[in-house]
C-alpha cells in the first residue's frame, strides 16, 4: 500500500533522512515546518538529491499543518521540547490518523541527558494529548546519517510500539520496506518508556565511539506471529 506521509517536524536531520527512505519506497512525503517556505526548501533539496531514481515517490514541503491534512499517516520527529505545543496545534488536523511519535526525551548537557515525561514516555503523551487519533511508537533508534544516505543499507531493526493492532501492522509494514530494517512488534504503549531510553543510550555510545549505531534483536524469529502482551 502507497501512504502519503507527513513528517511534522521533517526538516532536521531525521525527519530529512525518515523522508528519504520513505520516497525511495515510493512513498508520497510531505514535509512539514513551522514555517511553509523551510518546509518546502527542504523538500525540494532532497526530491533534487534523488531525482532519476526509479519508483521514488513524490516529495513536498510546506507547514505542518498542511502537510498533516494531506497525508494518512503522520510521523512527529519534532525536538521534545516542543512536542506539546506542536501536538496541541495540530489537534483536530491529526483526528482520525496513524501518528507515528518518533520523538526521543532527551537533552544535550555534556552528552545526552534523559528528559522525564510525567505520562511515561513521549508516544504515551502524545496518545494522551491526541485522544482521536491512533498513537504508535516507531523510528526512534535509526541514525539520521545512515538513513539520509541511499547507498548504505540501515541494518538494524525498528522497534514499535501500540495498542491498535492494525495500526501497528501498517507501520511495521512501512519499517520494512526500508533497506536493510526489520520489524519488531516491542509490545503496548507503555514500553514506548524503554523504547526512547534506549535511544538515548544509543546516542551517548555513537559519540563516544565516533558511529552510528543501531539495535539488533537476536535470536527472534519473525516469521511467528508476536504473541499479545497488552
Do not use: W
Amino acid at each position: 500500500m502507497t501512504h502519503t506521509i507527513a513528517l511534522v517536524g521533517g526538516t532536521g536531520p531525521e525527519g530529512r533522512g525518515l523522508a528519504t527512505r520513505f520516497a525511495l519506497a515510493g512513498h508520497h512525503v510531505r514535509i512539514g515546518s513551522r514555517e511553509a517556505a523551510r518546509g518546502a526548501e527542504v523538500a525540494a533539496e532532497l526530491a533534487a538529491s534523488l531525482a532519476g531514481r526509479t519508483g521514488l515517490g513524490e516529495i513536498t514541503g510546506s507547514d505542518n499543518q498542511v502537510a498533516v491534512s494531506q497525508a494518512d499517516l503522520v510521523v512527529v520527529v519534532v525536538p521534545y521540547g516542543a512536542h506539546r505545543p506542536t501536538l496541541e496545534g495540530l489537534r483536530e488536523a491529526l483526528a482520525g490518523k496513524i501518528v507515528v511519535d518518533a520523538v526521543v526525551p532527551v537533552v544535550f548537557d555534556r552528552g545526552p541527558r534523559p528528559v522525564d515525561v510525567e505520562a511515561g514516555s513521549a508516544t504515551e503523551e502524545a496518545a494522551q494529548l491526541l485522544p482521536d487519533s491512533t498513537v504508535i511508537g516507531a523510528f526512534h533508534n535509526l541514525a539520521a546519517e545512515v538513513l539520509l544516505d541511499p547507498g548504505l543499507s540501515v541494518d538494524a531493526d525498528v522497534l514499535v510500539t501500540g495498542a491498535n493492532g492494525d495500526a501497528k501492522q501498517a507501520v511495521m509494514a512501512l519499517a520494512g520496506q526500508i533497506e536493510g530494517c526489520r520489524a519488531v512488534d516491542a509490545g503496548p504503549l507503555r514500553f514506548s518508556r524503554f523504547v526512547e531510553g534506549i535511544t538515548t543510550l544509543i546516542i551517548g555510545i555513537n559519540g563516544r565511539y565516533k558511529v552510528h549505531a543501531g539495535v539488533k534483536i537476536t535470536g527472534l524469529d519473525t516469521t511467528q506471529n508476536a504473541q499479545n502482551t497488552q
